[in-house]
């Protein structure tokens, strides 16, 4: 019993590693200053989609954050206390993310759903140029984000008859439910703005 275990602490230490490892990787493709933040609590509330991090004021951590896991866009710091942090994700109802198509630049608003695999594009016409497959990335518009950050794949177009706007649904790249540790950016432009020294406890509100 004991040497087993030893190899399921040796399995889980293991894999531990490899996510550090796939994080990163994945700050060198990023360019930006980057702190690796661990998750520590999750939001029961059904109606809302929150995770609680490790890192805070203490670690200049700032409100309006961008958090990304070894793959894509999770969500944004909401609230910052000394030693931790609260980050709403992107599938949260009440988070708006500005997008565009990597295949041609379309831009759009990536939605949250209240479902942790979804993500909704409204307000694009039904003859807008998106499709199936399509890679979603951030725009850079809002100023939280900076551009070019993978956020979704389309998984369907539906054009409805005689309504202005196609229905498109898209499927976080991030591994939302699964994630243990987490990527805290901090853009070359935050920096010259000053964001790693905000200190504040309010909510942030969701990018335009």
Same mark, same amino acid.
């Given at each position: ?7 399921? &602490? ?6 531990? %590693?490899?996510r550090l490892?796939? +994080? +990163? !990787?994945? =700050?060198?493709?990023? *360019?930006?200053r980057?702190? @690796? ?8 509330d059904?109606?809302k989609?929150? @995770? +609680?991090?490790n890192? $805070?004021?203490?670690s200049?951590?700032? =409100? ?11 969500? &944004?710091?909401? &609230? ?10 992107? #599938? ?6 500005? @997008?565009?198509?990597?295949?041609? *630049? ?5 939605? $949250? #759903? $209240?479902?942790?695999?979804?993500l909704? @594009?409204?307000?694009?016409? %039904?003859?807008? !140029? ?11 518009? *809002? ?25 498109? #649904? /898209?499927r ?17 432009? &935050?920096?010259?703005? $000053? *964001?790693?020294?905000? !200190? #504040? ?5 969701? /990018?335009?």
């Amino acid at each position: 019993l004991k040497l087993k275990a030893r190899l399921q &602490q040796f399995e889980a230490l293991q894999a531990e %590693n490899m996510r550090l490892r796939d +994080l +990163l !990787d994945s =700050s060198y493709k990023i *360019g930006d200053r980057v702190l @690796i933040a661990e998750l520590v609590g999750v939001d029961l509330d059904p109606f809302k989609q929150q @995770i +609680l991090i490790n890192k $805070g004021r203490h670690s200049r951590v700032f =409100s309006g954050q961008p958090v990304l896991d070894a793959d894509a866009v999770m969500g &944004q710091v909401t &609230q910052v206390n000394a030693l931790n942090a609260i980050v709403v994700l992107i #599938t949260d109802s009440s988070h708006a993310l500005p @997008i565009q198509v990597l295949r041609n *630049g379309l831009r759009g608003i990536a939605m $949250g #759903t $209240g479902i942790i695999d979804q993500l909704k @594009i409204p307000h694009l016409p %039904n003859n807008a !140029d998106i499709q199936v497959g399509d890679k979603l990335v951030t725009s850079g518009l *809002g100023g939280h984000f900076p551009p070019g950050y993978p956020v979704a794949e389309v998984v369907s177009v539906e054009h409805q008859p005689g309504e202005p706007f196609a229905r498109i #649904t /898209a499927r976080p790249l991030a591994h939302l439910d699964r994630v243990h540790e987490v990527l805290l950016v901090w853009s070359y432009e &935050q920096k010259l703005a $000053g *964001g790693e020294e905000e !200190d #504040t406890g309010a909510p942030a509100d969701a /990018a335009q």
